[in-house]
């Protein structure tokens, strides 16, 4: 009898084991733009309500520390998709057109997941840059995300407030029509082309500043454009467009393992809610941006739900930086923005080295594996790759990341003891609950925007844990607590 009870155990333990070794969730990273940690109505800071973020961050694990690499987009997807500290690659600042900036041959997490025999796919906004230095768009665009690990592709290119207005699907724009080919440029408008700044009777939204290129849809963009008419895409229609083709993916997928990247343009500008949604928030197109995005995550989770697949897939929310009001047009995100405070209780916004800017939203779900929580440790997204690769059992780690699997997925462990922060090629170092500020020149406020950037003629040195919104510097009172930090955090830039 205890022959056969032991070996039933043994079974049992090792089929416990199998089980925990070939868990291969679906995985997908719903990704915002420029969405701040007082947004998101879970982190109960702000006044904007946002019920389908806040049921996922309810049962999942949401993270108050949870810090994107940098205060802009670019570097910050870098950093999520390499595991690599943007900074230490030169191309990766704020992306305008060509070209990509992911070598071909770096590690990437979709690679990593492809290597373990999941389907991958992006849809959404790209912005890492494609082709090697001039982009024919007439023609197949590579190298892309097709060529740094994405099965499939369904991108808007750069920003929505940057030319080309079309979206490109595996290397092609959609719906280009060869008899009227698709021309940009950053420098140069295409004559005759109406534009922003000549012809303002032609807009539907004001530019406040930059933002006074080409006309589409009634709004000037960054940079200029000419022809492919037939390819523009509908500004009011871009978070429906997205969610269809997240669903259609998923669809297609779903019988073995899926890795969806579902990177959201809201709320970054021009905000172009759709109109079922304008008004809703009381707080003009950027508040109504957020809650349109919301109901689209709320559908995305009432789908998985649906077809059956919630059980298994892993869900990761974030953002690639913090808030920012006046992006570049006038929208009313100023005006009617009320008692709402997008930043929380942090000090700054995006492009600054202040908390703002890149302490952002952070949430995990997992039904029945992740218990609900929130956590206080720090994390980051430079550090999910090497986290859902330790996950997943494989043995790919990137230089810069953390293995958090437990943190993350698990609800054990520690967190990151630290972290080197950027914000428009400016870096900081924290360390625990302290952040050192080095001195920078440049303005204290970026006016167009109207936020505090971090920059200062001296150190800066703070104690989160004590002064959350930064307002006591402490470099002088702890001259060895700066020292200190400043010997590390130069050692880490020079470190490889
Ligand atoms: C800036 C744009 C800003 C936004 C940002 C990129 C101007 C004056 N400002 O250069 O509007 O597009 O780039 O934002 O052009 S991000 O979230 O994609 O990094
Ligand atoms: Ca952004």
């Given at each position: 009898m205890k022959k056969v009870i032991l070996l039933l155990s043994l079974i049992f333990l090792s089929a416990c084991k199998t089980e925990e070794k070939i868990q291969t969730p679906n995985i997908i990273i719903i990704y915002a733009d420029d969405l701040g940690y007082g947004d998101v109505s879970a982190y109960e800071r702000g006044q904007l309500a946002t019920p389908n973020i806040d049921k996922i961050a309810r049962n999942g694990a949401r993270f108050t520390k949870g810090y994107a690499s940098s205060a802009t987009c670019t570097p910050s997807r870098y950093a999520l998709m390499t595991g690599s500290y943007p900074w230490r690659n030169k191309q990766a600042k704020i992306s305008t057109g060509a070209s990509l900036i992911i070598d071909t041959l770096e590690l990437t997490l979709p690679k990593m997941l492809k290597s373990l025999d999941y389907q991958t796919a992006v849809v959404g906004k790209w912005h890492l840059g494609l082709g090697?230095?001039?982009?024919?768009?007439?023609?197949?665009?590579?190298?892309g995300p097709n060529e740094v690990g994405f099965d499939y592709s369904f991108i808007m290119p750069d920003t929505q407030d940057r030319v080309p207005t079309v979206y490109i699907e595996n290397g092609y724009v959609v719906n280009l029509d060869p008899n009227d080919p698709l021309e940009v440029s950053f420098k140069n408008n295409f004559e005759g082309q109406p534009t922003g700044k000549e012809n303002p009777e032609l807009l539907t939204m004001n530019w406040d500043h930059g933002h006074n290129g080409t006309i589409v849809n009634g709004i000037s963009r960054i940079g200029f454009m000419k022809g492919g008419k037939k390819a523009h895409w509908s500004d009011i229609g871009m978070a429906d467009e997205f969610l269809t083709q997240a669903k259609n993916y998923i669809n297609k997928v779903k019988d073995s393992p899926f890795f969806l990247?579902?990177?959201?343009?809201?709320?970054?500008?021009?905000?172009?809610?759709h109109p079922r949604f304008e008004g809703i928030s009381g707080m003009g197109p950027r508040g109504d941006a957020i809650v349109e995005a919301d109901w689209a995550i709320g559908s995305l989770f009432s789908y998985l739900e649906e077809k059956d697949l919630l059980n298994n897939t892993l869900i990761i929310i974030s953002s690639d930086n913090g808030p920012v009001l006046n992006d570049g047009y006038v929208d009313d995100a100023v005006k009617k923005i009320g008692k709402h405070t997008p930043w929380g209780n942090l000090r700054g916004g995006k492009y600054s080295l202040f908390e703002a800017g890149t302490r952002v939203p952070f949430i995990t779900y997992w039904k029945d594996k992740i218990k609900p929580q929130v956590s206080d440790k720090m994390v980051s997204q430079i550090d999910l790759l090497n986290s859902i690769a330790s996950l997943l059992g494989s043995n790919t780690r990137s230089g810069d990341g953390e293995d958090l699997s437990g943190v993350f997925f698990k609800n054990n462990g520690e967190g990151r003891t630290e972290l080197i922060i950027e914000a428009q090629s400016r870096t900081a170092y924290k360390n625990e609950d302290w952040v050192m500020i080095p001195p920078y020149p440049g303005p204290a406020v970026s006016t167009s925007v109207n936020i505090e950037l971090g920059n200062a003629e001296n150190y800066q040195l703070y104690n989160l844990k004590e002064d959350i919104n930064q307002q006591q510097n402490l470099a002088e009172k702890e001259p060895e607590k700066l020292e200190k930090m400043k010997a590390r955090f130069e050692q880490l830039l020079t470190d490889n």
């Open positions: 090697n230095s001039e982009i024919d768009y007439n023609k197949k665009i590579s190298p990247f579902y990177s959201l343009q809201q709320p970054h500008v021009p905000r172009t809610p």
